[in-house]
């Protein structure tokens, strides 16, 4: 039985699993069989984009293979379905300018979608760190990273369709995401903060971000200059065996450099990023 929608509800759909919450905390979203995981994914194409899409659009970003002839009764069930959990005024039907339906999830003020505060503090960490502000850059740049979760083995978006169009959506967010993660950290080198701790914390990262070089050299070089060399030397082996465990993927040359110089104690490597 679906909840009223009348007060702020926060959508949340960068973790494992989409997830919807009314303003007492509450679950909308059951977890489990596989008609409510397609619900969860209606979800995630809807709080993507602040858009209202008709049946023709959104059955190829559901569906793989989307045949818009023999697909129209799955996404009005599917539709039916999702009415059952999520309030009613929530996903709401309204007419475009050419007569037809559309849908779209009913933003409110109050409510919290964690795809827009992600961009949002992503956006202002950005612009901060060109105008010089890493303060407000490391605040910022951790209030994005914090909007996303994952599962044990790392996996984030769980619920986002396996059709082209959001493919590509997902990879756009995980772009983000990855760039968000060395600007905080690169800012974190640059202002000095806690550069003893600040290796665990990178490794924590690197746990949903396995194939990023950019995490690793940063973990090795954070280690290196807390005077941690020998740890560093760890943490690059480290790297090397996590990149031999995910072909097709590649360490790259940097990692082979810094190591190097790491050997070789090169001075500079206390003041380069």
Known sequence: MSIKGGGSMRFSILGESA??????????????????????????????????????QLKPLIWRDADSRNLTSNLTSLIYDARRLIPRDRLISTLGRDGTTRYHLDRRAGDEVDVELFRAAFTLGRQARDAGDLHT????????????????????????????????NRENL???????????????????????????EIHGLIQTQQTNTRLHHLRILSLYRAGRRGEALLAYEDA?????????????????RLRERIVNDDPRLLHEG
């Open 240 to 256: 090397v065996k996590m990149f031999e465990r995910l072909p097709p993927t590649s360490l790259g040359h940097d990692l082979d």
């Open 137 to 168: 850059a490391a605040s910022s740049y951790s209030r994005a990273l914090l909007l996303w979760s994952s599962d044990e083995a790392g996996v984030s978006l769980g619920d986002f369709p396996k059709t082209p169009i959001m493919l590509k």
């Open 19 to 56: 997830t919807i919450k009314d303003d007492l905390g509450r679950d909308v979203l059951p977890e489990t069989r596989r008609r409510q995981h397609l619900v969860r994914s209606l979800v995630c194409v809807l709080a993507y984009q602040d858009w209202a899409l008709s049946a023709r």
């Open 174 to 200: 995980l772009s983000q995401r990855r760039q968000a993660s060395e600007a905080y950290i690169e800012v974190r080198l640059a202002l000095g903060h806690h550069i003893a701790d600040l290796a665990d």
